[in-house]
């Protein structure tokens, strides 16, 4: 909790200045006092009813003339998702990387052919963890401060590079957040993803090199993390990584689940699609994530007292034994969500509300819908 003195000083400034607090800035773990602060400066919109599935979903061209490749520019927001990153640099989502999630959906959609359901998983998840539920925004990357300083002030607001509780450790290309970096490109990962892909793949990315790089790396970040922390939702968001390179990153005329390891740096360095890259042949979930999964048995858990001391959480949903997704799905709301927003009030209340709907709707009403703020009337 903010002393009296700094929530004046916090209110003055974002009273003073309307870029103190930007609009895509996430109010997720905020305190009290500094939500009573920034919320009344925010301009309300209510999350839209997401788009409908896409109209075609097969196979089509996806870097054309209409999407081409453009470098970020200075200020442009970029982060721990290859994917979302390729997507701005195509022009699928504003280029400047803050998205409504209506856009994120069709985006990923129409770029990549994700699932339906799935897509509003990712993007809901997205929304309400790391960004404005209030302006109705995310940002795929970058950080701000609360009042605008360069170089950022302690307290910050940030997109997808919030660590946790979805951006995680242990990712493929990206460093563990307690090294200091876990957005940006780590040459040094990808090559383990290299050498990984030979030993494993005869020179390609497939499920098979998932299975066993994802055990590498949990194994190397429970080594030398000492508050390495592998829980949902970004123990799932773990496995997901591991299958999203062969089901979005493979041209759908090829079709044969086997990523080129120059094609996989362009996507996971560059943020770009390969020339007459053509999306997937049908709507993609997480296929192949049960081979990743039973490569190696990895409970959910954390290191409890530095380097080597990992221990699984046993109340934590585990991919070896949730089949429906349901256990997640509760999970999520119930601690992620509430732990971040604790007792929210007012419009700040009925847009998580909003967006705990729309969550909801990406189980296909499957689970038993949780209300930890109530329903509205």
Do not use: W
């Not at 916090?10 to 607090?21: C, H, I, P, Q, R």
């Not at 951006?167 to 957040?177: L, N, P, Q, V």
């Not at 990808?190 to 590498?216: I, M, P």
């Not at 996989?264 to 999306?279: I, L």
Request: net charge negative; glycine share 10%; hydrophobic share 35%.
């Amino acid at each position: 909790m903010v002393s009296f003195v700094n929530f004046v000083t916090l209110a003055l400034a974002l009273t003073s200045s309307a870029a103190a607090f930007p609009t895509y800035g996430s109010l997720a773990g905020l305190s009290r006092d500094q939500l009573d602060a920034i919320v009344p400066t925010l301009k309300y919109r209510r999350a839209a009813d997401p788009p409908p599935p896409i109209a075609y979903n097969g196979t089509k061209l996806v870097n054309d003339a209409e999407h081409p490749y453009q470098a970020p520019q200075e200020g442009d927001m970029r982060g721990p998702c290859p994917g979302l990153n390729t997507l701005a640099n195509h022009g699928y989502i504003p280029r400047n990387g803050i998205a409504t999630p209506e856009q994120l959906i069709s985006a990923v959609q129409e770029g990549f052919n994700m699932e339906y359901f799935l897509a509003l998983n990712v993007v809901y998840t997205g929304i309400l963890v790391d960004g404005n539920v209030v302006t109705n925004l995310l940002s795929i990357g970058g950080k701000s401060s609360l009042t605008g300083e360069d170089p950022p002030a302690p307290a910050t607001v940030a997109g997808l590079n919030t660590h946790g509780p979805l951006e995680g450790d242990a990712s493929i290309t990206r460093g563990d957040a307690y090294f200091g970096d876990n957005h940006s490109f780590n040459e040094t990962l990808f090559q383990e993803l290299v050498d990984y892909s030979n030993q494993y793949g005869a020179g390609k990315y497939n499920y098979t090199v998932g299975g066993e790089l994802r055990y590498r790396r949990v194994q190397d970040s429970i080594a030398t993390n000492p508050e390495f922390s592998f829980v949902p939702p970004n123990y799932l968001a773990g496995f997901a990584e591991m299958v999203f390179p062969v089901n979005f990153f493979v041209d759908g005329r090829q079709g044969d689940g086997q990523l080129d390891l120059d094609v996989a740096r362009g996507f996971f360095q560059d943020g770009r699609m390969p020339d007459d890259f053509h999306r997937a042949s049908k709507p993609m979930t997480a296929e192949g994530i049960e081979q990743v999964i039973a490569a190696h048995q990895i409970l959910p858990g954390r290191n409890v007292n530095g380097v080597n001391t990992y221990t699984p959480d046993p109340n934590a949903p585990s991919l070896l034994d949730d089949s429906d997704g349901c256990k997640f799905y509760e999970d999520f709301v119930n601690n992620a969500v509430v732990s971040l927003y604790p007792s929210p009030t007012g419009v700040l209340r009925d847009a998580l509300n909003r967006n705990l709907d729309l969550f909801y709707q990406s189980t296909g009403g499957n689970c038993t819908q949780v209300f930890p703020y109530g329903k509205d009337e």
